[in-house]
C-alpha cells in the first residue's frame, strides 16, 4: 500500500530506487513487491527504465468500489431532476482521507465555466462539498486535510464547526477568485452519519443569493433528506 500510495502522489512514474528511498522499504522488498504489482496489473512497468506507475486494473477495482456503493444508488435517480430544478451542475462529493472526490455528475447549461472531474481528487478545503464533509468528518481526517493542504492555514475548528451545522455550504467567487458559485449540503443515511455531500455549481450570474435561498438549496436538502433513507435498502 505504501508503495502504491507513492504513485498516486506522484505526476510522473517512478525508478525502483527512489521508490525504495521513499518508502523505507529495502532495494530487494521494493522490487518483489513490485513485480507482484505488475503482475496483477496493479503497477505498470515502463521496461527500458524501469519505472513504475499505477496500472489500468486500479481503474476497474476503483469504477466496481463506486459501483456498488449505496450512497450513489440512492442518489442517482436525483440527479437529472435536481440538474433541471437548479440550472447548475450537480455533483455527489465524497471523502476520501481528507480529499474530496466527485463520484457522480449530471453537467447544466451553466455550470459557471468550472469544470469539475468525476474521478478526480479534489483539495477538500477548496469546494463546498469538501468543506461540508470535513464539517461532519472524525477529528483524525480534518486535521490530515488541514495539515495536507496548501490551503490548511486559513481555516480553524472555528470553520469546521460552522460547517458541521450549517444547513448548507456556500463557496462564492470571492474565495480563490472562482468563477463559479458552489452550494452544497449533507446527505445522512438512516443513522445520522453523514455519507456524501449533494452539490450544485452555477455562475454567479444565475446563483444569486435569492435563487440560492429559494430554489437551490431547498431542492438539494429535499433531495439529500430523500436519498438518505434510501441508503441501507441496497
Known amino acids: 500500500m505504501r508503495l502504491l500510495e507513492l504513485m498516486n502522489d506522484g505526476h510522473v512514474s517512478m525508478p525502483l530506487s527512489e521508490m525504495a528511498e521513499r518508502s523505507g522499504l529495502s532495494l530487494s522488498t521494493t522490487h518483489r513487491v513490485l513485480r507482484s504489482l505488475v ?7 515502463d521496461g527500458p527504465r524501469s519505472r513504475y506507475s499505477l496500472g489500468p486494473e ?3 477495482l476503483s469504477e466496481g468500489y463506486l459501483a456498488r456503493l449505496p450512497v450513489l444508488r440512492a442518489l442517482a435517480p436525483y440527479l437529472v431532476d435536481l ?3 437548479t440550472q447548475g451542475t450537480v455533483l455527489v462529493g465524497l471523502l476520501v482521507k481528507g480529499s474530496l472526490l466527485y463520484a457522480d455528475r449530471v453537467d447544466g447549461e451553466d455550470a459557471g465555466g468550472i469544470f469539475r472531474d468525476v474521478h478526480r481528487i479534489h483539495d477538500a478545503l477548496g469546494t463546498a ?3 461540508v464533509l470535513l464539517g461532519h468528518a472524525h477529528e483524525d481526517i480534518w486535521k490530515e486535510a488541514v495539515t495536507s493542504s496548501p490551503l490548511g492555514k486559513g481555516f480553524s475548528d472555528k470553520d469546521r464547526t460552522a460547517w458541521a ?3 448548507a455550504v456556500i463557496l462564492g467567487p470571492e474565495e480563490f477568485l472562482r ?3 458552489e452550494v452544497a449540503v449533507p446527505v445522512a443515511d438512516r443513522s445520522g452519519a453523514v455519507v456524501a455531500a449533494l452539490a450544485a455549481v452555477g ?3 444565475s446563483f444569486t443569493a435569492d435563487v440560492l435561498t429559494d430554489r437551490v438549496t431547498p431542492a438539494l436538502i429535499r433531495a439529500a433528506a430523500a436519498a438518505g433513507q434510501a ?3 441496497f
Open 203 to 205: 455562475s454567479p450570474r
Open 58 to 60: 486500479v481503474i476497474r
Open 231 to 233: 441508503v441501507g435498502d
Open 179 to 181: 468563477p463559479s458559485v
Open 39 to 45: 503482475e496483477a496489473g496493479l503497477v505498470a512497468q
Open 83 to 85: 440538474r433541471d430544478t
Open 165 to 167: 451545522t450549517a444547513r
Open 129 to 131: 462539498a469538501g468543506r
